[in-house]
Structure formats: C-alpha cells, structure tokens
Nanobody, 123 residues
Framework: QVQLVESGGGLVQAGGSLRLSCAAS????????MGWFRQAPGKEREFVAG????????YYADSVKGRFTISRDNAKNTMYLQMDSLKPEDTAVYYC????????????????WGQGTQVTVSS
C-alpha cells in the first residue's frame, strides 16, 4: 500500500509557473506507476501526465504538452509536476495517483489517490 500527499499548489498569474510534489509513504515507490489528474468545477476528472514504474516512459495530455513536465525521484519517494506557461484553463484541483507495476498510465485505473492540491491561474 501507499499513501500520497500533494503539495505546491497556489495562486499564480497567467504565464507563471508552479511545481507540484507528491510524497509517497509506502514501500517500493519505484515499483509504482504514477500519474497526475485534475478536476475543474463542473467538469470530469481528466488525465494530465503520467510516468511508468519501469523505463521512465512519460505521457501527457495534449492540453499540457510542451508546458508541463513530470518526473520522479525514487530515492526520495516523490513525484513532481513542473508546470510552466500556466493558463487560466489550467485552474483545477490536481491529484496524485499510484498503481503497483501498472502498464496503464493514462486511464483512471489507479489504486491510490491523494487528497488534491488547488491550482488557480488568474488572467
């Protein structure tokens, strides 16, 4: 099992940057596929970015490609989402998710979820 805690959200102006962190407390963090999702008011939760447990293969939603970068530091049991060139439409609650040795990254079929961190981008 794994417990996830997101941090780093906040209020920024359009064009600004934020770095989200997801700290995991469970064992064998390197064996978990990790992902970031977001949900805006009145909208469905959507996939943002993900990284496989093996090989470092990453995936991004079309809406964030070229602006967001996902990474992980297995020694620190932490995953990151670097968000640059933020837009008002990026405003949402961002969630961290994990699934043990999953080959599926972009779906919502994750076993563990954090409580979320609010990101608000003003125009």
């Amino acid at each position: 099992q794994v417990q996830l805690v997101e941090s780093g959200g906040g209020l920024v102006q359009a064009g600004g940057s934020l770095r989200l962190s997801c700290a995991a407390s469970g064992r064998s963090f390197s064996s978990y596929t990790m992902g970031w999702f977001r949900q805006a008011p009145g909208k469905e939760r959507e996939f943002v970015a993900g990284i496989r447990w093996s090989g470092g293969i990453t995936y991004y939603a079309d809406s964030v490609k070229g602006r967001f970068t996902i990474s992980r530091d297995n020694a620190k049991n932490t995953m990151y989402l670097q968000m640059d060139s933020l837009k008002p439409e990026d405003t949402a609650v961002y969630y961290c998710a994990a699934r043990y040795r999953s080959a599926l990254v972009t779906t919502s079929s994750y076993d563990y979820w954090g409580q979320g961190t609010q990101v608000t981008v003003s125009s």
